[in-house]
């Protein structure tokens, strides 16, 4: 069976699946100050991280345009493509909208336009659902169906090292931002069923931090066993590695893997950032 699974460039997807010729990445773009960085391949990680600490400003992204989607809706097969949560991005209206003009040419090709309602690895894990529905011989119909009720159930949850970029584009006050900082204090945040962004709990410390997502997770989790762990870290592999052990110690999922973050989750994350998903 033919098809293509498009996610913008949110989604932190593992090597093998950046290798999946079936799937494709629809970047964004990032502009800190006059300075602007296409998250695409050629992303420099480490370049955009310096420019933000050094920029009094809040970094911003672009979606991409309707155009950017439709002209990989023309390939053979089913099309699904995955999308930032639409409560964060426009990328979801855009895709949306370059799906409405596709078909008034070509009524009859099958596309499905999903609003993740998470990010990074959230993201990730539908895409996976996606090719593993497929794989198994699915319908569209059917799968659009499933992939919606394993979005329902997903959960995703962060750790920031940072409150820099939240104090900069006005989520959190200057004072707020200032006594976290001298307090040490790091907030464990979580997704919305809507999509938006929730504040769960708060710790001294990014290991303290840390630990006590791994028990909200423990607490919240449904049949871990016949789900997937993915954590994305932005710059900070061990960290990575030292939350996955304390999860997969609590809870027995069925599966686990790590990514570093591409652009969009950088700008979100910043630095020291872990996001998980699951």
């Known amino acids: 069976m033919e098809y293509k699974i498009l996610v913008d460039s949110c989604t932190d997807?593992?090597?093998?699946?950046?290798e999946d010729s079936s799937f494709k990445v629809i970047p964004l773009s990032l502009m800190v100050d006059d300075k602007v960085f296409v998250d695409n391949g050629e992303f420099n990680q480490k370049e955009f991280l310096r420019t933000m600490k050094e920029s009094p400003n809040s970094p911003?992204?672009?979606c991409p345009s309707p155009e950017d989607y439709?002209?990989?809706?023309?390939?053979?097969g089913d099309t699904y493509v995955v999308t930032?949560?639409?409560e964060l991005s426009g990328s979801y209206n855009s895709a949306e909208l370059a799906k409405r003009l596709y078909l008034e040419d070509n009524p009859n090709k099958k596309i499905e336009i999903i609003d993740s309602r998470s990010a990074s690895?959230?993201?990730?894990?539908?895409?996976?659902k996606i090719k593993e529905l497929i794989s198994e011989g699915h319908l569209f119909e059917d799968i659009v169906q499933k992939v919606n009720a394993f979005r329902s159930e997903m959960k995703t949850k962060f750790v920031l090292e940072s409150l820099d970029n939240l104090r900069k584009n006005g989520r959190l006050s200057h004072l707020k931002a200032i006594v976290a900082n001298v307090l040490n204090?790091?907030?464990?945040?979580g997704g919305t069923p809507e999509g938006t962004i929730t504040k769960l709990d708060q710790a001294r410390g990014i290991t303290k931090a840390l630990i006590s997502m791994a028990k909200i997770i423990e607490r919240?989790?449904?049949?871990?066993?016949?789900?997937?762990?993915?954590?994305?870290?932005?710059?900070?592999?061990?960290?990575?590695?030292?939350i996955k052990d304390e999860i997969l110690k609590r809870v027995p999922f069925k599966d686990c893997f790590i990514v570093d973050t591409a652009g969009v989750s950088t700008m979100y994350a910043n630095e020291g950032g872990i996001i998980v998903a699951y």
Do not use: W, Y
Request: positive net charge; aromatic residues 4%.
């Open 220 to 242: 919240d989790v449904i049949k871990p066993q016949e789900r997937v762990l993915a954590i994305a870290h932005c710059n900070c592999l061990e960290r990575a590695k030292f």
């Open 13 to 18: 997807l593992p090597k093998e699946l950046k």
């Open 121 to 128: 690895v959230g993201q990730t894990l539908i895409s996976m």
């Open 60 to 62: 911003k992204s672009a």
């Open 84 to 86: 930032l949560s639409s």
């Open 185 to 189: 204090i790091k907030p464990i945040m």
């Open 70 to 76: 439709m002209k990989e809706f023309s390939d053979e």
